[in-house]
C-alpha cells in the first residue's frame, strides 16, 4: 500500500458466534465506539475489510481542531478535546497528542471579521481564541512571511499521528474484551421481526443485536445494499510528509495555499489549504442536486477529476446477497493517486513562505478519500426504519479529531444512555424530513 503504514494491528483468528454490537469498520470512527461500548461492558465485533486505519484515519492530516468548526459540530468537538487530553493515560498507549495551537490566516479584512465572529461559539466552552494581526503572528512564526491581514488562533487546538492513534484505540478496546477481525468484510445484515439479528461476514455469521455502520467512504454502498441512502460522495486530498526540518514552527497553520503541522518525527504533514479533487464517478450525477447549495459556497475550491475511477465505480456491485462476494472484498483499501503537479506547487508554497522548509526532503506522498455529505455534517444516528441498525458516517473530513467524542455520542445512542451533547443535528432522517440540507459554516 503507497499511502501511510498504520501500526499494524493484528486481527484475530477466530469469528465469535454472537457479540452484543458488530462494528462495521477499523477507522477511528469504528475503534472509538467499540471502546466506549466494551468498556460499559458490551461484547463487541469490529469487522474491517481490509486492516485498521489503513484509509482516511491514517491519511488525515492529524489535527485536533475545534477552530472554524460548523457550529453544529462544536459542541461534540468540544467534548472530544476533554477526551483527547486524556486519552494516552486511559489507554495506556501513545497517540501522539499535543496541544499544540493552530492558526488560520485571514486573506482579507472580511474573512478576518467572518472569524472574528465565529469565535464567539467557543465562549460556552471556556476555550480561548483570539484574531491576531501580522505582528502578532510574526511572533508565532518568526522569519516568515505569511501573506494576510491576520489570523485566528486557537491555544487549545492540537494535533495527534494518525498512523498510531487509530491503532492504539483499537489495541484498547481488545483489552476490554472487543474482537477486531480484520479481512473481514461484513456483506449483509440479517434480521428478523425487523430488527437486527446478526450479520454475514466473509468469514461466517456472527448473532447480534446492533449494529453500527462506520464505514467511511463505503458506508453509502454498503447502506445501498439494504436500500438505505445516505447521500454521501467521495473527495480527494492530496498529502505529503517531510524528514525532519530543523527550526521548524510548533503551531500549525492553514492557508489556502497549504496547511501543516508539526508531526513527533520532527518532520511534517503538509496538505492543501483548499482545493480538494472531486472525482466524477455515477454517484456525482445521482446527487448533483443535493450537493448543490455545498457546490455553491465551494466551487471555487474544488477540482473536478475524471478518470478511471468512474468506469471502476460504474462496474461496481451495487447489490448482493450474503453468500455474494462484495465490492470490498474486491478492493480491500481505497487507495486513490495523488497529484503530483498539486503537491509540487504545494511545497512551492509553503517555502516561499517558510524559510525553515526550504531545504525539506518529501519522505512520502499520498491521497485519502474523504466522505462528504451534503451539509458537511455526520450522521451519527439509529435508524428509524431497522431497529438496532446505526450509522457512524460521512464525517467531511472532520472525523480524526472529532472521533473520540463521536464514537462516545455513537456508544451513547445505542446504549441508550443520555447523549453527552444533543444528536439532533446528526440524525440520519434530516435527508428525508424535509429538513435545509447546506454547509452553515459561512467562515
Excluded at 333 to 342: E, I, Q
Aim: hydrophobic share 40%.
Amino acid at each position: 500500500m503507497p499511502g501511510p503504514r498504520p501500526v499494524p494491528v493484528r486481527g484475530d483468528a477466530d469469528l465469535p458466534g454472537a457479540v452484543d454490537v458488530v462494528i462495521i469498520g477499523g477507522g477511528i470512527i469504528g475503534c472509538a465506539t467499540a471502546l466506549e461500548l466494551a468498556e460499559a461492558g458490551q461484547r463487541v465485533a469490529i469487522c474491517e475489510k481490509g486492516g485498521i486505519a489503513q484509509e482516511q484515519s491514517s491519511r488525515n492530516w492529524g489535527w485536533v481542531r475545534i477552530s472554524r468548526r460548523d457550529p453544529r459540530e462544536v459542541p461534540l468537538m468540544a467534548a472530544s478535546m476533554r477526551l483527547w487530553r486524556d486519552l494516552d493515560k486511559r489507554i495506556g498507549r501513545e497517540t501522539g497528542y499535543v496541544q499544540s495551537g493552530i492558526c488560520f490566516i485571514c486573506e482579507d479584512e472580511a474573512t478576518f471579521a467572518n472569524y472574528d465572529r465565529w469565535k464567539d461559539h467557543l465562549v460556552p466552552y471556556q476555550m480561548q481564541a483570539r484574531m491576531l494581526r501580522p505582528a502578532e503572528l510574526q511572533q508565532l512564526f518568526p522569519g516568515a512571511t505569511i501573506r494576510g491581514v491576520g489570523a485566528l488562533h486557537t491555544p487549545e487546538d492540537g494535533r495527534a499521528e494518525p498512523q498510531t492513534a487509530t491503532p492504539a484505540i483499537a489495541e484498547a478496546a481488545r483489552d476490554k474484551g472487543a474482537h477486531i477481525l480484520t479481512e473481514c468484510a461484513v456483506r449483509s445484515v440479517e434480521t428478523q421481526g425487523g430488527r437486527v439479528c446478526g450479520v454475514v461476514t466473509e468469514r461466517g455469521r456472527i448473532g447480534c443485536s446492533a449494529v453500527v455502520v462506520a464505514g467511511g467512504a463505503w458506508s453509502n454502498l454498503f447502506l445501498g445494499n439494504m436500500g438505505l441512502d445516505l447521500p454521501a460522495l467521495g473527495v480527494v486530498n492530496h498529502v505529503l510528509r517531510t524528514g525532519p526540518v530543523e527550526g521548524g514552527p510548533e503551531q500549525a497553520i492553514w492557508t489556502s495555499g497549504y496547511a501543516f503541522r508539526k508531526r513527533a518525527d520532527g518532520g511534517y504533514t503538509i496538505a492543501q489549504g483548499s482545493g480538494n479533487t472531486v472525482e466524477i464517478v455515477p454517484d456525482s450525477f445521482r446527487y448533483a442536486r443535493r450537493f448543490l447549495p455545498a457546490l455553491r459556497m465551494d466551487y471555487r475550491e474544488l477540482h473536478f477529476r475524471l478518470s478511471g475511477r468512474f468506469l471502476h465505480e460504474a462496474r461496481r456491485a451495487r447489490s448482493w446477497g450474503p453468500d455474494d462476494v462484495t465490492p470490498f472484498e474486491r478492493e480491500r483499501v481505497l487507495d486513490p493517486a495523488p497529484s503530483p503537479r498539486m503537491l509540487k506547487a504545494l511545497m512551492s508554497n509553503v517555502s516561499a513562505e517558510h524559510p525553515a522548509f526550504r531545504a525539506a526532503t518529501v519522505a512520502q506522498e499520498w491521497a485519502g478519500c474523504i466522505d462528504v455529505t451534503p451539509d458537511a455534517i455526520p450522521v451519527i444516528s439509529a435508524v428509524g426504519s431497522v431497529p438496532g441498525l446505526h450509522i457512524a458516517s460521512g464525517f467531511s473530513g472532520h472525523g480524526f479529531g472529532i472521533g473520540p467524542g463521536a464514537g462516545g455520542l455513537m456508544a451513547d445512542i445505542v446504549l441508550g444512555r443520555s447523549p453527552r451533547v444533543d444528536p439532533h443535528e446528526f440524525r440520519f432522517s434530516r435527508f428525508t424530513d424535509g429538513s435545509r440540507i447546506a454547509p452553515q459554516t459561512g467562515y
